[in-house]
């Protein structure tokens, strides 16, 4: 995969990881939360596992869109063709 290919993947896929993030524990209280039944994390912990975990199914999400995009030639902002 290309370069330029995992800054279309990863960048939008950080804001609405942290987008998503924001909105989901504005409703709930990392300190309620229990993994497992008997597992229980601190605030810090569960932001970042949360945004960790939303970060990834977004960049998942990305990637799948740009692996079944159409194929074509890429140019650069002058028109001319972009070898990567």
């Known amino acids: 995969m290309r ?3 995992w800054m279309w993947i990863l960048w939008p896929s ?3 990881g942290a987008a998503t ?3 989901v524990f504005a409703f709930i209280d990392p300190l309620d939360i229990e993994f497992l039944g008997h597992i229980s ?3 810090q912990q569960v932001y970042a596992g949360g945004f960790f975990l939303f970060w990834l199914m977004s960049a998942l ?3 799948l ?3 079944m995009a159409p194929r074509g030639i890429i140019l650069d902002e002058f028109g001319d063709p972009v070898n990567d």
């Open 41 to 43: 994390a601190s605030r």
């Open 3 to 5: 370069r330029r290919s």
């Open 21 to 23: 993030s924001a909105t």
């Open 14 to 16: 950080f804001l609405v």
């Open 61 to 63: 999400s990305s990637a």
């Open 65 to 67: 869109t740009l692996h």
